[in-house]
């Protein structure tokens, strides 16, 4: 069956953490609610709104940030351009006054602790991750809008198909890694220049080059920023920020005020393993500290999960020379092929599949696109993105206290190394004498997801978040 082509801003979206699921695709939601009741002409009828969180929504959205997104989103915010620095001034703002302004435009009154309803014992059946707005009017009429967010920021109202960039006709239609493979054969093709060619059946290719540069600059500013920011992250567990102090103790102490130069110093460290070993942890600690802040990241696929991506394109760039735009550009259009061929026949949501869905899939993702920015054929991808998923088959999704912090912030440091290690592999091996495919991967991983018990997905209700006791503060 073939599905809705996806683009490389479907799978790279720009938005604020701490999670795709359950922060950007709700606030995404509420903004859909808002388009939907004014496309009705009765935005300024509306006398109030409630919100019904399921599933793994109510079990773990304190922990994600799922009631803030959802009164941003009502109040017409874009999770794009809105300002990181003033969401707890906002939020405090609505709980102190008991009001919102819808689309920044309608006062209603509104109370979060009374309007937001965790329902934690009720699932609907589509996806575990769903949301119902609860919607009234000066006419007396009443309404419910129930969306579910599917994972890497896509949303699905309630009876729609698809979540992607629908009712575009690509010149090489891919749902499965033979078929990208039988393309790149056919055409001669890289994978990235395949792709470059299907994001032309939506926008011009200078404005595809600006896109993706954009993403890059967002990635190189969070993890900038996360490398150069101490303190503790918000939530209650008291973790400690470790990028900055790890940031600070291989550059002897000596600061480095613009990422240019930052970067040039690391450079200039040396490339021995334990060197890089160290720089790669550090990036991807730094964009998962940022993301657990409500920092503004890159899904790649998943906030969860942010941070694999950019680490292993920052070990590129700093230590083998991939610092010309157009090696930036050939490693995320590669690495977003990659991502939609999961989105496609398996999942990215760790609701649905666990963290191999987000860690698993981001690893493999980061694994093509290295591979193929060191030269490696299109079966040498394809068989770095395999290696790496295989290895992380199984891999649940356990937060402790619902926040994306423990064990997911480290987490990011493992795939990105299995990223490169798995690179390493395809690039010194026979692709032709390989035993596992991508697509048999692909099949494993969602067979795996449907057999994997709940509690393992993104829940909080086994696992370390189990085990680990902890006293987080009243909500």
């Not at 909080?460 to 987080?472: E, M, Q, R, T, Y």
Request: with cysteine.
């Amino acid at each position: 069956m073939a599905h809705e082509p996806i683009s490389v801003f479907d799978i790279f979206k720009i938005g604020i953490g701490p999670s795709s699921s359950h922060t950007l695709g709700p606030w995404r939601a509420a903004q859909q609610f808002l388009h939907a009741v004014d496309a009705s002409g009765k935005l300024s009828m509306v006398t109030n709104v409630k919100v019904l969180l399921y599933g793994s929504l109510a079990k773990t959205g304190h922990g994600h940030g799922t009631d803030i997104a959802v009164q941003l989103g009502l109040c017409g915010d874009d999770p794009v351009t809105f300002d990181v620095n003033q969401i707890t001034s906002k939020i405090d703002d609505i709980r102190r006054h008991k009001k919102i302004l819808l689309s920044g435009q309608y006062e209603i009154v509104f109370d979060p602790l009374e309007d937001i309803d965790f329902l934690f014992e009720e699932s609907l059946p589509f996806h575990p991750n769903a949301l119902t707005f609860l919607v009234s009017f000066t006419d007396g009429d009443q309404q419910a809008f129930t969306y579910y967010s599917i994972g890497g920021g896509f949303v699905v109202q309630e009876g729609e198909t698809h979540a992607g960039s629908a009712g575009v006709d690509l010149p090489f239609p891919i749902d499965t890694a033979r078929q990208l493979l039988q393309w790149c054969i056919k055409t001669g093709y890289s994978i990235s220049e395949l792709v470059m060619e299907n994001e032309g059946a939506w926008r011009p290719e200078e404005v595809t080059r600006e896109g993706v540069m954009k993403i890059w600059q967002v990635m190189k500013e969070c993890t900038y920023r996360g490398c150069h920011t101490t303190g503790e992250l918000p939530g209650g567990l008291r973790v400690a920020r470790r990028a900055a102090a790890l940031n600070k103790r291989l550059l002897k102490g000596k600061p480095y005020q613009d990422y240019s130069s930052w970067i040039t110093a690391i450079r200039e460290g040396g490339n021995d393993f334990a060197y890089t070993l160290d720089w790669v942890s550090c990036f991807a600690l730094a964009v998962n500290e940022e993301n657990a802040s409500f920092g503004r990241v890159v899904t790649a696929p998943t906030n969860g999960a942010a941070g694999v991506i950019p680490a292993v394109l920052q070990y590129y760039i700093t230590f083998c020379n991939g610092f010309k735009d157009t090696q930036i550009l050939q490693f995320l259009l590669t690495a977003s092929e990659i991502g939609s061929i999961f989105k496609k026949r398996s999942t990215i949501s760790a609701a649905m599949g666990g963290c191999q869905a987000e860690i698993g899939v981001s690893s493999a993702m980061a694994a093509a696109a290295l591979t193929e920015c060191l030269g490696g054929s299109q079966r040498q991808v394809l068989m770095a993105a395999e290696i790496a998923m295989e290895h992380h088959l199984g891999l649940t999704c356990d937060p402790i206290g619902g926040l994306v912090q423990v064990p997911c912030i480290e987490r990011n440091t493992m795939g990105a190394i299995k990223a490169i290690t798995a690179s390493q592999l395809a690039l010194q091996s026979n692709p032709e004498l390989a035993k596992v495919s991508l697509d048999a991967v692909v099949k494993t991983m969602w067979e795996t997801a449907l057999d994997m018990n709940s509690k393992y997905k993104e829940t909080s209700d086994g696992g370390l978040a189990v085990n680990i006791p902890i006293s987080l503060p009243e909500c």
